[in-house]
């Protein structure tokens, strides 16, 4: 397996514009994670999924930010519109659900609103 | 809530050992793990362990957990400049799949 699969590896948007981050997960695992690193703040949780359902989102900054998961494949981060302070690097993770699992994680998208 | 705290940075000279610290606030945490992320890349599992142990050893790897003070370490013996990373510690708390992670320590491995 090819791992866990980020794009775009880098995006640089204007402010105000929308932008769409994409993750496919390790085939068979059923958890996905979305978290967003900063200087700032670290690591932090957005949002994860179980089984392609939101389990929480508490994570999730801002109505501007949404997720989906429309099949176990495949996930999106939507931002719409993008801020400055959105700029950050986000990472999709994915791993099966149970008791002690390990999350794998992509290589990340860094995005830069200017 | 959960949370879980590092210190930012630590320098060490190749060949020491480096001990990286953490500590946690969820006292239903069941496992605890440390992440290794290299430059430009995504975050690599290095280790666990299980809350009802104190000591983890794996190669150049000790994991010691104080479950009473809620802290948790990591030293790495003989430390190489391929070492020099962030570090993350972070709980899984109950039987949930949440992982919260800390804010990470830059390790800088120095000749």
């Known amino acids: 397996d090819a791992g866990v699969i980020q794009s775009p590896r880098h995006e640089v948007t204007e402010m105000g514009q929308e932008v769409t981050l994409r993750c496919k997960p390790i085939s068979g695992h059923n958890s996905l994670f979305w978290y967003r690193q900063t200087m700032m703040r670290g690591l932090e949780l957005l949002i994860y999924f179980n089984n392609n359902v939101p389990i929480d989102d508490s994570g999730m900054p801002e109505d501007r930010f949404s997720a989906k998961m429309p099949n176990a494949s495949f996930s999106t981060l939507k931002i719409q519109p993008s801020e400055p302070r959105d700029s950050a690097v986000y990472f999709c993770?994915?791993?099966?659900?149970?008791?002690?699992?390990?999350?794998?994680f992509g290589q990340g998208t860094r995005l830069t609103v200017v | 809530g959960e949370d879980v705290e590092q210190s930012l940075f630590l320098s060490v000279r190749e060949g020491d050992s480096s001990v990286i610290n953490c500590t946690y606030t969820d006292s239903s945490s069941t496992y605890l793990y440390w992440y290794k992320q290299e430059p430009g890349a995504g975050l690599q599992l290095l280790t666990y362990?299980?809350?009802?142990?104190d000591m983890k050893q794996d190669q150049r790897l000790t994991v010691l957990l104080n479950k009473k003070d809620k802290h948790l370490s990591l030293r790495i013996a003989d430390t190489q400049t391929g070492d020099s990373a962030i570090y993350f510690c972070?709980?899984?708390?109950?039987?949930?799949?949440?992982?919260?992670f800390g804010t990470g320590t830059q390790l800088k491995v120095e000749l």
């Open positions: 362990i299980f809350s009802n142990m």
């Open positions: 993770a994915s791993s099966f659900t149970g008791v002690n699992t390990e999350a794998f």
């Open positions: 972070a709980e899984r708390a109950g039987g949930g799949n949440k992982l919260t």
